[in-house]
């Protein structure tokens, strides 16, 4: 929505409001705004020209923010809002853009005001689910982290320090970016990130038998808690309990792509062909810029109803993600019938597996089933009857590129 308003010179220095209209369904309200400002700087001190201020409020009138003419876009939301304005549920109705016309030239001047509205619906967002802050050995805090994952487009992160929930009580609130509270539950037989609640630990993260271990997990699932099992096959720190229950989703995905991390993902397949539903998840390990790790490499892409902290945690564990190298890596979404990727579907053999890919490089799609592993194209493909389908995607060299989660199926009808 554009609208063009004309402040006039017998307006300055006072304050008044514009009216447009907010339509239903909407998350989010963004507004920028242009004019013409003959001189810019320190020249407008010296020779005053136009300054025309901005803020919002909503269909009841309520004020949401004010910024002075400090921001040419300011937004309001129902998941984030800009520094200095509300965050609040989106209503429909007839809103106002609070106008202040601190100084306007004898003519007058031009507003040009820019309406974007986000509205509800699945969206695509990108996520590095293993960052370290200076909480535990990383080199950052949460500001920084965000605006180094911003920067990189990432729509989230998960900073699971270790053994350590103290800044999931104060985690910043960051326009356009989302914080999934997580811990790395760091133990000397493997590591696990225990996701969606601030503290998963009724009192201390110790545990040094399968039983203790077991108590602890269950007491976080008892609270909310999602947890991953980290880098299992890790060279140095791999998955040593002898217990495959004990994790909700698996971290096939650690850092740079390496051996460890093929062979992690070769013991996920394994798992699937035992019948286990097991959704994935990938993570820098990121600590410090003097680690190989970098932030977004990989990510964790998920189909999310919103950009809240539970909404993304459950498209990630109903599995309606994959992972990949990076953020400009390819877009993967699968479809059996109705069935979404990480859904179960009944086996129909006049149904096909609808497998779209998109990337503008040159790679090799690989349909990897329990019955094995098979070169396809995009499309729909012909299954025989599987315990499950999933895709990889490599380069012309073989090395990984992204990794779906799977379609599970039933009996055939």
Request: proline share 5%.
């Amino acid at each position: 929505m554009v609208l063009k308003h004309t402040v006039t010179k017998d307006k300055e220095g006072t304050y008044y409001a514009v009216d447009f209209e907010v339509p239903e369904n909407v998350i989010k309200v963004t507004v920028a705004y242009d004019y013409l400002r003959p001189t810019k700087g320190f020249m407008s001190d010296l020779k005053p020209t136009n300054c025309i201020d901005i803020g919002l409020s909503d269909e009841k009138g309520r004020f949401l923010g004010w910024s002075g003419s400090a921001h040419s876009k300011i937004s309001v939301g129902q998941y984030s809002s800009t520094n200095g304005y509300k965050r609040q549920k989106i209503n429909a109705g007839t809103w106002q853009i609070l106008v202040g016309a601190y100084h306007v030239v004898p003519e007058g001047v031009e507003v040009t005001y820019t309406i974007d509205f986000e509205y509800e619906g699945e969206k695509l967002l990108f996520g590095d689910l293993h960052i370290h802050s200076d909480a535990s050995d990383g080199k950052y805090d949460a500001f920084e982290i965000a605006k180094m994952a911003k920067e990189k487009g990432l729509d989230f992160v998960g900073l699971a320090n270790h053994n350590n929930y103290a800044l999931n009580y104060n985690l910043p609130q960051v326009d356009d970016f989302t914080f999934v509270p997580a811990v790395e539950w760091t133990h000397y037989k493997g590591h696990m990130n225990f996701f969606g609640v601030a503290a998963p630990f009724e009192n201390s993260f110790i545990a040094n038998t399968k039983e203790e271990m077991n108590t602890l997990i269950n007491n976080a699932r008892s609270m909310g808690a999602v947890i991953s099992v980290n880098h299992p096959k890790d060279h140095f720190c791999p998955y040593l309990w002898e217990d495959d229950d004990a994790f909700d989703m698996m971290e096939i995905w650690n850092g740079p792509m390496r051996p460890s991390n093929i062979d992690g993902l070769a013991y996920w397949t394994e798992l699937l062909n035992k019948g286990k539903q097991i959704p994935i998840v990938g993570g820098s390990d990121y600590h410090s810029p003097k680690g190989f790790s970098k932030i977004g490499n990989p990510v964790t892409a998920v189909y999310s109803s919103s950009p809240s902290a539970e909404d993304i945690l459950d498209g990630i564990k109903k599995g309606k993600a994959y992972v990949a190298y990076g953020k400009d890596g390819p877009v993967i979404n699968l479809y059996y019938g109705d069935t979404p990727m990480g859904g179960t579907a009944v086996y129909d053999k006049n149904t096909s597996l609808d497998v779209s890919v998109k990337y503008d490089k040159p790679c090799n799609i690989t349909l990897v089933t329990s019955t094995g592993e098979n070169l396809i194209s995009r499309g729909s493909i012909k299954l025989t009857k599987v315990k499950f389908a999933y895709i990889k995607i490599t380069n012309k060299m073989g090395r990984i590129l992204a990794v779906s989660n799977p379609i599970y199926f039933k009996e055939e009808k």
